[in-house]
């Protein structure tokens, strides 16, 4: 029996030898995996030792319902100078807040609230999290020193950026932009282009107009932020166009995407009302007497009866209950003395401020103010100027031989599949999306990070550089999607 246990010891030793003797067979010898040697970085035909950058919020790194430092330092054309100064040294200046509240004052006068934060849930003040801030910016105290390579400017139109005295204080707060103020220095009547150009740019990016349509859309399209005509519009770009091109410069320019996408449109659903049994047939008997009116005019022929049935209110025990809201394209009821009402329907879009109004009555006992609700044939305008703007931007694009991104189509398929980008697929679902920051209308510094990446791809595409070839595309997954209520430090 002890023989026959060493035997077997013996045996097992000998399989372990054998195993081991097998792996050392050529065939069975896993060759090293070789890293892929990249190219060099190359310019192509593009000159960039002299990148200014010029357009609106979107260029400054607007983020959160605020700029701030920490959002400027991740604004896209900043992402982008850091890789195009591999090529070329030189330094990229902005305009940067003197903090990270966002907070934006003259004296002891308020012009921009602080930033918003999330505790992990819906967008809030950052005052509600932290008490009074500490920091802000001051008009009144002296501005940071140019010239600035990024002429983004939050708030500013197409037409703006040719505007002499925009960045004039004393023409403040009517023909004045706060941020623009900061930048114009010791000649306070010099428009954005003008102080681009005193640079003698080699190189530009230019992504302007989607505030020529997002003042219409934000404000419910209730008149007090015109969408920007098309002759007007036109000028301004063929005027920046040619006016950037004039020196012999390159560039690269974006469009404009359908606002109506973004998460300040699409995140408050048009049946966001719960209501208990009680409280459903209270508003019943409030909105009885309307109804009554209604059955009145369609007696008389005022309104036929898919109208009169389409703005009937009625309310029910339930947790998902439309809203009323004043439609300024019905049929005018106004001498039998009703008002314009009906609710909501999912053809309605409802801007982002609408969410904390609501267990205040707001859509129930108080009926909407076209302010808070984007009604269809207001959807079809804004569809419409967009169109025609980005008829106009592309044009001018291809005319001067720019490179050209189509934000329009970055920000549909945001909305319907995500975009993946190395390990992430950013959507445009606030909060959790990655893309949107907490205003529902401005990118995260992920998304600009994104949009850099875009801006290189196109630039290649345009010019024979080589960003995304040679490994030069930013990592997404570096850049923050939600900043902490006290910075500098990142989530």
Known sequence: MKKNIMNTKYIFLLLIFIGFTACNDPEDIVPPVETPQLPDLIAGEADFSKYVSIGSSLTAGFSDGALFKASQENSFPSILSQKLSILEEGNFIQPLMDGDSGLLVIGNTRIAPPRLVTLGGPPLPLESVIGTVKDSTDLAKPSPTGPFNNMGIPLAKSFHLLAPGYGNIANFPTAANPYFIRMTGATPDASVIELAMAQSPSFFSLWIGNNDVLGYATSGGDGTNPITDQPTFDFAISTLVSTLTSGGAKGVMANIPYVTDI????????????????????????????????????????????????????????????????????????????????????????????????????????????????????????????????????????????????????LTQLTSTGLPSNNFILTSNLVTGGAFSLDGIHLTSRGYALIANEFMKAIDAAYGSNFEASGNLVDIGEYPTNYLPLLPSPE
């Open 263 to 410: 998460a300040h449109f699409t995140t408050v659903p048009y049946n966001p009302v719960p209501l208990n049994a009680a409280t459903a047939a209270a508003l019943n008997t409030a909105y009885a007497q309307y109804n009554g009116g209604l059955q009145l005019a369609l007696a008389n022929g005022f309104i036929d009866a898919l109208e009169a049935e389409s703005r009937t209110i009625r309310f029910e025990a339930s947790e998902t209950n439309t809203m009323v809201l004043i439609d300024e394209d019905l049929t005018d009821l106004s001498g039998l003395g009703l008002p314009n009402y009906r609710q909501s329907t999912e053809d309605d879009l409802f801007v982002l401020p609408l969410s904390s109004l609501i267990p205040d009555g707001y859509g129930t006992a108080i009926p909407l103010e076209d302010k808070w609700v984007l009604i269809p044939r207001e959807q079809d305008d804004i569809k419409k100027a967009i169109d025609d703007f980005n008829i106009t931007i592309e044009a001018a694009a291809t005319q001067a031989g720019l490179a050209f991104v189509d934000a329009n189509d970055l």
